[in-house]
């Protein structure tokens, strides 16, 4: 047996273990009966360890020493496949088990005290444990340590290829042009209002429409399906089962419709990946910034575009004709694209949410570099969104303590969500170069050939590419801040009339 | 470390990777997407394959051999924990791993040819995934080998024990008396009617009414939940997480009802199961037959006594006033006792039932012997229908499809039924003996101590006994049809005025 048959073998049969631990992940967000978490914590335990042990043992590495001696003979894409294996394999093989252990331990504790303090809105509740995972970080990039920046080995695992220096000079760039944007917008605030959207609007019609609109955006349902969790999510157990999950919200028409046509990009994403990678390493999104570009690519360039809604409000007045009857397809077009700095993240608009997140990865790269404690972060959080939206979090809850993030360790993660908009800026971009009559098709609702454009450039490749490749490839450079801002700033003087 | 608490780790993960491979089942069952059938089979296959495996590799081996000589020094419930493995350590030792991995993929991609088989009322969608399944059960009991009739090998992973030897002569009498009191009731059935069970009931009501009863009776929804299927199931990921599902009819009163009451059965038995032995090979029921002595002990001994209608019949009038008003508590439950021969396993009463098990497990055994072909089924049943019943289905899915069984592998599996019906009549008599109130808790709505009994005599022991050895010490004596015919005879005078 060629030893590309034998890592073929292997990665099948990681692959399912993984594919059977998202099951019962989902099957945890959205059925489980409460008395069971504690036996369900046991069986994910379980099947964690016998994925590490499968990447890591001794089989695994003889696997590994044996394909890089059969490379040359393999075709392109078997290349690639083997390649992303060695990586993981790699990776998964430097870190210590009572390091990753040590990290599990402390990561259930974390997002315990995080909720307790989150409730109490007392960060000190939180303190010890999150200086407990900035150590444990520390020591994991530290024991990588290929690069330039300690932050760098984290950020890596989220976005490979990414380092501080190349995303901080896109970063700042996007800073001082979204702040210049935030100023035109400001004296413009009266001619746009968003209070359509917090009427009421029937939860079951609310989920009706949004599956709707996604089946008709292309996700499709004979390998996918939607239910209600209490946070949104997409997860796949293999691109023939993409599960997606929403919630509804009876008085914020945002939350249901909006989160579903998100996570239905991610979903697309997933469905679209070739057949040719199932069960491989490959068979997944490239990057947390690539999967982002997809979901976010529908939800606001496609969805909040007003070409969009030529298409859509029709369908969405006669669902809820009271609701929306002094409505026209121009002024919900503004309801969902206002621009107003807030408190919260997550309910940021397209624009200022770059500045949540920049907040974030400048705290997260000073405190891996031990330039600021963790018992600062209360301080410079606030210091940072008074600077940067130029309002000041009443207490902790409000402000530091509003994500879940750093109490799992997903250190390095945030900088995904805004590499997600600008590369889905990039993309769409590229696209409207090759299709110019795009935006037509969007509003006559034919979203094939987008989905389509989508799946060739970027879904069937799935991890075979890293992701500053794909955007070279797609875009013809790499990752700048430039298409996002014309676009969005485009978007916002045509909103606000400026 | 000791050999038994080595053990008891490799019976955690064995359970856990059990417990997913459940998870799996379950959701393909009720919300997996369609497209998704071969990469779930891939998964199943996975899984299965690892925990033989893991049963049967070298470390098991050696664990086995010092738990072998640790026995005499480990407690009494130590010893038939470390027992119970070790039986399923010999069977898995003897069959191949390709063989179980075979039977995987086969049941999972057999149980959706069953589905459209069916669906379209045509054996032929069906026959060639259930030859497979047949050959491949035969290679099985060609290598477990120990018996006198081949299917005894498989008989026994259903019931330990049962032999085609001991299981013949009681189901020969069984039928006998079957057959004479269907011949006393025949010119009777002008006495009962059972029309009101068809007509029409809202589904929503009649799942809420269902639910609420099997509240009632113990069933716990903090370690539990209830679904629809095609076909109503109960499984369990350890006792803590207990799913049962239901089918709903609108126009058959009885479907989810007695369906859910049924499963509940099933699920109580499981939640019974004494928190000690979980994560052990003991922490299931002891047997397919005592699982259905439990599931039938409600369905039939409670939820079709006179006693208990006498308290639920006012509940049920109260949701279907219209359809119930010409109802009292005598007439509903000489309704839901009417004894007429049937097409359908699942929706015929409780006496000529036991001649739909004995059907099967005549083809079963005829299969496995090799004296009639699966390409025989469709006529070889319509035969045998005529014969016992002495009424023949008009197609395929109202005759030989009707049941999922042979579509996973469970060959084997029928003739439980029946046990649980002789094991359920057993176990009433002498739960009788002890408390002679009960009719009387029945009467009152008061299942405590009904399900604490079953809790302290069957359900706490899990695995540990033999089912031979439950039923021996809960009534006093080896498997009889005596109770059974003795109790449906009495009730049968009792409805048809004999």
């Known amino acids: 047996m060629s030893a590309f048959v034998r890592l073929s073998k292997k990665m099948n049969l990681i692959s399912d273990l993984g594919a059977a631990t998202a099951v019962l992940g989902w099957d945890q967000e959205t059925y489980m009966p409460d008395g069971a978490v504690a036996g369900r914590a046991e069986q994910m335990a379980t099947l964690s360890s016998f994925i590490h042990d499968h990447i890591t043992n001794a089989d695994s590495a003889s696997i590994v020493e044996d394909v890089k001696q059969e490379l040359p003979s393999l075709t392109n894409r078997e290349q690639l496949v083997a390649t992303t294996f060695i990586r993981d394999h790699d990776r998964a093989l430097k870190l210590p088990s009572?390091?990753?252990?040590?990290?599990?331990?402390?990561a259930s504790m974390a997002q315990d005290a995080w909720k307790r303090a989150r409730q109490a809105s007392d960060f000190s509740i939180f303190q010890p444990l999150l200086e407990k995972t900035v150590e444990l970080k520390r020591r994991e990039a530290e024991i990588i340590g290929k690069a330039?920046?300690?932050?760098?080995?984290?950020?890596?695992?989220?976005?490979?290829?990414?380092?501080?220096?190349?995303?901080?000079?896109?970063?700042?760039?996007?800073?001082?042009?979204?702040?210049?944007?935030?100023?035109e917008i400001e004296p413009n605030q009266v001619n746009v209002s968003d209070a359509v959207l917090y009427?009421?609007?029937?939860?079951?019609q609310q989920l009706l429409f949004a599956s709707d609109i996604i089946r008709d955006l292309g996700f499709d349902f004979h390998t996918g399906r939607v239910d209600i969790s209490a946070h949104?999510?997409?997860?796949?157990?293999?691109?023939?089962?993409?599960?997606?999950?929403?919630?509804?919200?009876?008085?914020?028409?945002?939350?249901?419709?909006f989160g579903l046509i998100h996570e239905a990009g991610h979903g697309m994403y997933e469905q679209g990946i070739s057949p040719e990678l199932a069960r491989t390493f490959s068979g997944q999104g490239a990057s947390m910034g690539i999967h982002e570009s997809q979901s976010l690519f529908w939800e606001n360039i496609i969805a909040r575009s007003e070409e969009f809604w030529h298409w859509a409000f029709p369908r969405l007045r006669s669902v809820f004709p009271d609701q929306l009857k002094d409505q026209d397809v121009r002024s919900f077009y503004k309801s969902i694209n206002k621009i107003q700095p807030s408190m919260n993240r997550v309910e940021s608009?397209?624009?200022?949410?770059?500045?949540?997140?920049?907040?974030?990865?400048?705290?997260?790269?000073?405190?891996?570099?031990?330039?600021?404690?963790?018992?600062?972060?209360?301080?410079?959080?606030n210091e940072k969104m008074e600077a940067a939206l130029g309002i000041t979090p009443a207490n902790?809850?409000?402000?530091?303590?509003?994500?879940?993030?750093?109490?799992?360790?997903?250190?390095?993660?945030?900088?995904?969500?805004?590499?997600?908009?600008?590369?889905?800026?990039?993309?769409?971009?590229?696209?409207?170069?090759?299709?110019?009559?795009?935006?037509?098709?969007v509003s006559n609702g034919n979203f094939a050939p987008i989905l389509a454009w989508l799946r060739t450039n970027i879904h069937a490749y799935g991890r075979t590419e890293q992701p500053h490749e794909i955007i070279q490839r797609v875009a013809g450079r790499p990752l700048t801040e430039v298409d996002f801002l014309s676009n969005v700033g485009a978007k916002a003087h045509n909103v606000y009339g400026i």
Request: aromatic share 10%; proline share 4%.
């Open 232 to 257: 949104p999510f997409c997860t796949s157990f293999g691109s023939t089962d993409v599960r997606l999950t929403t919630r509804i919200r009876p008085n914020d028409l945002r939350s249901c419709l």
């Open 396 to 441: 902790d809850a409000e402000g530091c303590l509003q994500d879940v993030h750093w109490s799992f360790g997903g250190i390095g993660y945030f900088p995904s969500y805004t590499l997600g908009k600008l590369y889905a800026a990039m993309e769409w971009n590229a696209m409207q170069k090759e299709m110019p009559n795009v935006r037509e098709h």
């Open 349 to 381: 608009d397209e624009l200022t949410y770059n500045l949540h997140i920049i907040l974030r990865f400048e705290i997260e790269r000073d405190l891996i570099a031990g330039t600021i404690e963790v018992k600062d972060i209360p301080r410079v959080w």
């Open 98 to 106: 009572d390091l990753v252990q040590d990290q599990a331990r402390t």
């Open 148 to 183: 330039e920046h300690l932050y760098d080995n984290l950020l890596d695992s989220f976005e490979p290829g990414l380092t501080v220096a190349t995303v901080t000079p896109v970063f700042d760039r996007l800073r001082i042009g979204t702040t210049a944007l935030l100023r």
């Open 199 to 204: 009427r009421t609007y029937d939860g079951d």
